[in-house]
């Protein structure tokens, strides 16, 4: 079956540094690959997504990530991280088009220190 | 973008009762699913349905559960007699043949 991991729980940052949110999933073949963050109490908001081609994706909020296919990672990125950033992030699986469902990771939830 | 709208954002019920959280899909999706995430924990898949019936369900959506695509537009999911636990953010998703899932924006449920 596929699975999503996060394999960090928490991460800590100040703010202006770089950012890096670890992703890895186990699939068949190349899934669909998203980036969802989530500030307490609120939805979801897909910050990216990856298809197909360009194996560096950019999104909103300056993110971007990159996928690896020879590692099974889509990793998120963000070179300088603002105070606002301080929320959760899952990845996400889309095997849909393996007839398989929407998996998402465990989530990290990232604090951003002033 | 297309979006994929639930309502109401935050509904607050009384346990043992019922209560309806709606969704309206993309308009040309033809794949639609129920997703729950618990205060403080991951996701987790509820249900999905096609083609007007249940292709695939959860452990979670036992009896009490529910759903329903009353008209062309609408996807709801019912809880019948809602316990504490069922407290959650729920999360309406649709998605093309074989691509892409739009997830909605959520409905947060709290059971007092």
């Known amino acids: 079956a596929q699975s999503v991991t996060q394999p960090d729980i928490h991460i800590t940052v100040s703010e202006g540094a770089s950012l890096e949110l670890r992703c890895n999933y186990s699939y068949g073949a190349t899934p669909y690959l998203f980036w969802y963050v989530q500030s307490p109490g609120q939805g979801l908001q897909l910050l990216l997504k990856?298809?197909?081609?360009?194996?560096l994706v950019q999104g909103i909020k300056g993110f971007e990530a990159e996928f690896k296919r020879s590692q099974s990672s889509f990793n998120l990125r963000k070179p300088s991280v603002h105070w606002s950033d301080a929320a959760e992030y899952f990845c996400?699986?889309?095997?849909?088009?393996?007839?398989?469902?929407?998996?998402f990771g465990p989530g990290t939830r990232l604090s951003v220190l002033p | 973008e297309p979006e994929v709208t639930q309502t109401p954002s935050h509904q607050v019920t009384q346990m043992g009762q019922e209560v309806i959280l709606r969704c309206v899909p993309i308009s040309n999706h033809l794949y639609f699913y129920w997703y729950r995430q618990i205060l403080g924990q991951k996701v987790e898949f509820l249900v999905s349905?096609?083609?007007?019936?249940?292709?695939?369900k959860s452990e979670i959506f036992d009896d009490q559960f529910s759903v329903e695509r009353p008209d062309g537009s609408n996807f709801t999911l019912k809880i019948r007699s809602t316990k504490l636990e069922d407290s959650a953010m729920y999360f309406c998703?649709?998605?093309?043949?074989?691509?892409?899932?739009?997830f909605g924006s959520g409905t947060r449920l709290t059971v007092v």
């Open positions: 990856y298809f197909s081609g360009d194996t």
């Open positions: 998703a649709s998605s093309a043949a074989n691509y892409g899932y739009t």
């Open positions: 349905f096609y083609n007007n019936e249940i292709s695939e």
């Open positions: 996400a699986v889309d095997g849909s088009n393996y007839g398989q469902n929407f998996v």
